[in-house]
């Protein structure tokens, strides 16, 4: 759209001079086979235009979960796991965190059944009450998953999280997100982490594109700067309306 085209071209204006501008003409002219040739130089400034929109077009949104598309209260968690077992909440948070085995849920090296087991083995507690302490944690925030229905439309969407297997599971059966998002990237099959680039790029390659045509919504700035290092949009969660307002100026709110 012309509204777009604008944006794009005022992006640009701001981190490129214009002395910059008129030597990436200069040298665009001088390829013999340069299309330019024959063009007036104001044919030549709207082809770069074009060239600079096409090479800045956002096609995908990104999706984070936790602090996103989810909130996460692990004492929630704790408590339901009190409730079910008679255990103290202190027995949640040594079994599952303190132990090591979320972070080893998270990067893949540990599955939810062998977790629960150890669980078990730790606290004495059923691999059922493991599990539904654990999804306890989460809760839908339902206005994200009503941008990603809308947003749809506009771009195409996927996720990429730092999560385990149980959280995954659980996110896609019950978020509500399954019919709109195209790839779903997860830490645990990746053995990647945020902020490490590789999984980016393994979300980029399953939707097939180069990173500068994605944006990604995320809650944490370090993640946010290693997405931007690959070349790609970020938009840090603050809340609802702040990311929206960030859409609207990427030319993506619908």
């Not at 998270?106 to 654990?134: C, I, N, R, W």
Request: some cysteine; aromatic content about 8%; charged content about 20%.
């Amino acid at each position: 759209t012309f509204q777009h085209m604008k944006m794009t071209w005022q992006r640009t204006t701001k981190t490129q001079s214009a002395q910059t501008l008129r030597s990436r003409l200069y040298f665009l002219n001088r390829a013999p086979s340069s299309h330019l040739k024959n063009m007036s130089v104001h044919e030549q400034v709207f082809s770069l235009l074009v060239w600079e929109l096409e090479r800045t077009v956002l096609e995908v949104v990104f999706f984070d979960l936790g602090g996103v598309v989810v909130d996460v209260d692990i004492d929630r968690g704790a408590k339901h796991f009190a409730r079910l077992t008679g255990l103290p909440v202190q027995e949640f948070h040594r079994a599952f965190f303190a132990s090591g085995i979320k972070d080893r849920l998270d990067v893949g090296t540990l599955g939810a059944e062998q977790a629960f087991q150890q669980v078990q083995e730790l606290t004495g507690a059923l691999p059922a009450a493991a599990k539904e302490s654990m999804e306890s944690i989460l809760s839908i925030r339902p206005r994200v998953v009503n941008l990603a229905h809308a947003l749809c439309s506009r771009a195409r969407l996927g996720v990429i999280s730092n999560t385990d297997p149980i959280h995954a599971a659980w996110i896609e059966k019950t978020s509500g997100l399954l019919p709109v998002i195209e790839t779903w990237t997860y830490s645990f099959l990746e053995q990647s982490l945020k902020p490490d680039t590789a999984i980016y790029l393994s979300a980029c390659k399953a939707m097939d594109i180069a990173p500068h045509r994605a944006v990604l919504i995320d809650d944490l700035a370090e993640n946010c700067a290693s997405a931007i290092a690959l070349g790609m949009e970020t938009i840090q969660y603050q809340s609802y309306d702040q990311v929206c307002s960030s859409l609207s100026q990427l030319g993506l709110h619908p």
